[in-house]
């Protein structure tokens, strides 16, 4: 997370509760609420690849013989198939444009170290997207958390993404979808992600609602008396 970003006051319970029922659980994604001086924005909400709307279109390099790496982006074959299909994985997400991850990121420690020798990241500005997509094609179990785990300050300026450029002069836009690409290499041949039907009751929201934006006032102004105490 962000320095200037805020979990959620139950967040460490509720994944600690979570990950302690659902042992097959290895790493989630959550679900965030935008938040600036002025009060709450928007929420954040995550799905796994199961939880998109099928689609009729596949990507290019999925329908090659042997699953040979794609080098040209964003190759779509619309109307591939007569039925539509689930998206296959987090990077498939990606590359369909479909929103997938998205802090807070929880990963089971002893599950990251069985797979760590497999992963070379090669973001120039440490992708999430890329180390996500990594775990999932390695085959670890994920899901989507639906309760609202962190609230998001948002960035008026010095955003990395400002300009599309960072320090070096790389293309940030160019670069994800590079990175896509790249994480591709690890994708077995028929691929489909191991998601994890969890075992919490506590997994929902009920999006901005005002009961929402009464707590979080609440919360920041105890956060602001404990820093000014």
């Given at each position: ?13 509720f ?7 659902n ?20 929420l ?7 939880e998109?709307?099928?689609?009729h ?8 013989p042997?699953?040979a ?10 109307d ?12 498939h ?6 929103f ?8 089971r ?14 973001s120039?500005?440490?992708d ?37 450029r960072?320090?070096d002069?790389?293309?940030i836009?160019?670069e994800?979808?590079r990175?896509r ?11 489909l992600?191991?998601?994890?039907p ?9 999006g ?11 919360y920041?102004?105890r956060?602001?008396d404990?820093?000014?105490?």
């Open positions: 997370m962000d320095d200037d970003d805020l979990l959620a006051e139950d967040a460490l319970s994944l600690s509760e979570t990950y302690t029922n042992p097959e659980l290895e790493f989630s994604y959550g679900s965030s609420v935008t938040f600036s001086e002025s009060g709450l924005g928007d954040i909400q995550t799905n796994t690849p199961f998109h709307p099928k689609t279109h596949e990507w290019a390099a999925y329908t090659i042997n699953n790496p794609w080098g040209t982006p964003w190759a779509f074959y619309r591939y198939y007569k039925e539509a299909r689930h998206l296959t994985s987090i990077i997400c990606a590359k369909d444009n479909m997938c991850v998205f802090h807070t990121y929880v990963m420690t002893n599950s990251v170290k069985r797979v760590k020798d497999k992963i070379t990241m090669t120039k500005f440490v999430d997207l890329e180390f996500m997509g990594s775990l999932d094609y390695l085959g670890l179990g994920h899901t989507s958390i639906k309760k609202i785990l962190s609230y998001v300050r948002i960035h008026n300026k010095g955003r990395i993404s400002d300009g599309g960072i320090t002069n790389t293309n836009f160019n994800n979808f990175i690409d790249k994480v591709d290499e690890l994708r077995p041949s028929g691929f992600s191991k998601v994890i969890l075992d919490s009751p506590d997994n929902f929201n009920n901005v609602d005002d009961t929402l934006k009464t707590q979080f006032g609440l920041k102004q956060i602001f404990i820093v000014n105490s």
